[in-house]
């Protein structure tokens, strides 16, 4: 059985469809990548599974029972969260104080403020800087530390490379045997197709809200992966 498994599944915003008929499975301890486009539907995937898209049809199933008609903070219970493009962090609250928030609704497990701190040992020297003065990287890295505070069994991840500097991109994958190596499967957005190649054991590529490839990064060829990805 899968840890996810999405069959046939649609995404909505009002009117516009975003997401067509996208089936995909992610089992247990795997990292998986979605690659594509600007628009080609990754984050609306995300959202979709982490519950934060209004109007999804199809079916979305986690650890083997039915997720998809659940609000976002039953799936955080279940073991789903989401670290959103953009961050969100808490601009007034201090960065301990925005990873405390994160336990919040959470499950029990391995991962507290100090464990967080040890992964990412370039927030603890922040830990009472409000999050609206820390650099994008730390922001970053405290997006995700705050996700791990709730014990994700599936930790959905936003474009943690965008805007970032190449070293700080790579301090921050650096992290993820580490993530995974705790329990917790990962399913990744990354606009950085070889970054996501790197980082990933599958990868799906999207293409205007559908999927046009799925296969393991050493049985991929570029030109299957470049088509996938411009539809050409
Ligand atoms: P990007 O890397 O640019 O974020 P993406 O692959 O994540 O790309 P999505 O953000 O999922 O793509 O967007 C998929 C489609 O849905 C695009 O056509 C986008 O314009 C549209 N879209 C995204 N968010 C909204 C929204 N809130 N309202 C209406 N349309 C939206």
Redesign the pocket.
């Known amino acids: 059985m899968s840890l996810l498994s999405l069959e046939a599944v649609s ?1 909505f ?2 009117d ?1 469809q ?2 067509f008929d996208v089936s995909l499975t992610v089992e247990e301890g795997e990292t998986v990548a ?1 690659i ?12 979709a599974v982490a519950g934060t898209l209004a109007r999804v049809e199809g079916s979305v199933r986690f650890d083997g029972g039915p997720a998809g008609g659940l609000p976002p903070h039953a799936r955080v219970r279940l073991g789903i969260s989401l670290v959103p ?1 953009g961050r969100r962090i808490f601009p007034s609250l201090s960065v301990e104080e925005n990873l405390l928030l994160g336990a919040y609704s959470g499950r029990p497990g391995p991962w507290t403020v100090s464990r967080v701190y040890e992964l990412f040992p370039l927030i603890e020297r922040v830990a009472r800087t409000p999050g609206a003065r820390i650099s994008g990287g730390e922001q970053q890295a405290l997006a995700i530390g705050r996700a791990l505070m709730a014990n994700p069994r599936l930790l959905l991840l ?2 943690v490379s ?1 805007g970032l500097a190449p070293i700080v991109v790579g301090q921050l994958y650096a992290a993820m045997p580490e993530i995974t190596g705790l329990g917790t499967t990962v399913l990744l ?1 990354e ?1 950085d197709v070889s970054q996501a190649l790197r980082a990933a054991g599958r990868v799906y590529c ?1 293409l205007e ?1 559908r999927v046009s490839l799925e296969g393991r990064p050493g049985e991929l060829t570029s030109e299957q992966i470049t088509a996938a990805y411009f539809g050409v």
């Open positions: 995404g915003y009002g516009f975003a997401l979605i594509g486009a600007n628009g080609a539907g990754k984050s609306t995937l995300l959202a493009e936003d474009e965008l957005v606009q999207l809200g």
